[in-house]
């Protein structure tokens, strides 16, 4: 069981928005601003995405957003392509005695 | 542009010790400013960080695996180490090695980028 909980599987068609959450506690999404979130195709390695909650890093398109509420944060993926389809994977510092903590990941389907 | 390669065996024997090292281009490992880290993900699963260390040699370690890990730094090659003893089949997985972006007092925001990760296959 990961310390960050997101859904298994989320889906959508091409064109839709989809937003994948990530929920955590008060020890580590909801006390820092240090949300990042990973994409990961099959046989690669994960990919950096969006990195303190909502910043993207420079050649990552803007469909991608994430934000942030209470001990909960979100990515959301906007006008959903073939080539989004991967598994996408949260992750929050999560203090000094924990340190890093990762979302079991959700595996994205565009039908 | 930073890269970053792993290299080790990719079979280890229950009980021994895995080793593995990373090869850091592109940048260097003593010019501050960053975590160099373990990550892995077991077959089909999810992601579990292991330990970062700064160039100072400041290890900071996962909790769960702390007992058995020990990473070490070398500027002179600019690469970084990971040793993890007394290994099971539960630590077969694909190793990764990452930049992270240190944020202050223990802190990273982000690990990026990853290297393209090595599988080790614990079986005798």
């Known amino acids: 069981q990961s310390a960050l909980t997101q859904p298994a599987s989320v889906s959508g068609s091409p064109g839709q928005s989809i937003t994948i959450s990530c929920t955590g506690s008060?020890?580590?999404?909801?006390?820092?601003?240090?949300v990042s979130w990973y994409r990961q195709h099959p046989g690669d390695a994960p990919k950096l995405i969006i990195y303190e909650v909502s910043k993207r890093p420079s050649g990552v398109s803007n469909r991608f957003s994430g934000s942030k509420s209470g001990y909960t944060a979100s990515l959301t993926i906007s006008g959903l392509q073939a080539e989004d389809e991967a598994d996408f994977f949260c992750c929050s510092y999560a203090g000094s005695s924990r340190h890093v903590l990762f979302g079991g990941g959700t595996k994205l389907t565009v039908l | 542009q930073v890269q970053l390669q792993e290299s080790g065996p990719g079979l280890v024997k229950p009980s021994q010790t895995l080793s593995l090292t990373c090869t850091v281009s592109?940048?260097?490992?003593?010019?501050?400013?960053?975590?160099w880290s373990w990550l892995r993900q077991h077959p089909g699963k999810g992601l579990e960080w292991i330990g970062h260390?700064?160039?100072?040699?400041?290890?900071y370690y996962n909790p769960s695996l702390e007992s058995r890990v020990t990473m070490s730094i070398d500027t002179s090659k600019n690469q970084f180490s990971l040793k993890l003893s007394s290994v099971t089949a539960a630590d077969t997985a694909v190793y990764y090695c990452a930049r992270a972006d240190y944020y202050g007092l223990g802190s990273f925001s982000r690990f990026d980028p990853w290297g393209q990760g090595t599988l080790v296959t614990v079986s005798s």
């Open positions: 260390i700064y160039y100072s040699g400041s290890t």
């Open positions: 008060s020890s580590d999404v909801g006390s820092y601003n240090l």
């Open positions: 592109g940048d260097s490992i003593y010019s501050g400013g960053y975590f």
